[in-house]
T-cell receptor
Framework: DAGVIQSPRHEVTEMGQEVTLRCKPI?????LFWYRQTMMRGLELLIY????????DSGMPEDRFSAKMPNASFSTLKIQPSEPRDSAVYFC????????????FGDGTRLSIL | KQEVTQIPAALSVPEGENLVLNCSFT??????LQWFRQDPGKGLTSLLL?????REQTSGRLNASLDKSSGRSTLYIAASQPGDSATYLC?????????FGTGTSLTVIP
């Protein structure tokens, strides 16, 4: 079975550029989560969706960050404009019924903003 | 807000030793608790999920326990192997989402 698929795996770009991260959840999962992981802050929940609808975006750090889920099989996390402090590993995860079932993570996107 | 703590942050043990990883949380009103493993450069892999009505779950050499009233969970690894070296994270589930601890980095020395 295909797991959660994220692209790109690595992204290096210059400050001020727009960055778009992509995620394909596991088919049939109704929850999708975006996380950010850094050494200093660990794993932080940015936003999560239920049935393609954003439920809680309180973890999104600034208005520069936005996320969409146009359909059940695709989500994007966009940063515009990007800043060096946005450098981190961004993970997408999906699950069935929120936390009632195990979350399945993608391998992440390692983002470096120069 | 739920706060999840894992101590120690790092642990190094010789191969074959049994070990316990600890996880504590501040709000006992949880739905479940999940233990993950993370290898370098990889995403998280779910190991065990314990519902709030359960006291423990077992999978192979792994056993996870949950004591909601005291806000604690432990992950017991029997007969550790070098392949167990990874970072282990616990996450407390509140129905819709999980709150994560900062993890314990485990090194098993051959």
């Amino acid at each position: 079975d295909a797991g959660v698929i994220q692209s790109p795996r690595h992204e290096v770009t210059e400050m001020g550029q727009e960055v778009t991260l992509r995620c394909k959840p596991i088919s049939g999962h109704d929850y999708l989560f975006w996380y950010r992981q850094t050494m200093m802050r660990g794993l932080e929940l940015l936003i999560y969706f239920n049935n393609n609808v954003p439920i809680d975006d309180s973890g999104m750090p600034e208005d520069r960050f936005s996320a969409k889920m146009p359909n059940a099989s695709f989500s994007t996390l966009k940063i515009q404009p990007s800043e060096p402090r946005d450098s981190a590993v961004y993970f997408c995860a999906s699950s069935l019924r929120g936390s009632w079932k195990p979350q399945h993570f993608g391998d992440g996107t390692r983002l470096s903003i120069l | 807000k739920q706060e999840v703590t894992q101590i120690p942050a790092a642990l190094s043990v010789p191969e074959g030793e049994n070990l316990v990883l600890n996880c504590s949380f501040t709000d006992s009103a949880i739905y479940n608790l999940q233990w993950f493993r993370q290898d370098p450069g990889k995403g998280l892999t779910s190991l065990l999920l314990i519902q709030s009505s359960q006291r423990e779950q077992t999978s192979g050499r792994l056993n996870a326990s949950l004591d909601k009233s005291s806000g604690r969970s432990t992950l017991y690894i029997a007969a550790s192997q070098p392949g167990d070296s990874a970072t282990y994270l616990c996450a407390v589930g509140t129905g819709n989402q999980f709150y994560f601890g900062t993890g314990t980095s485990l090194t098993v020395i051959p």
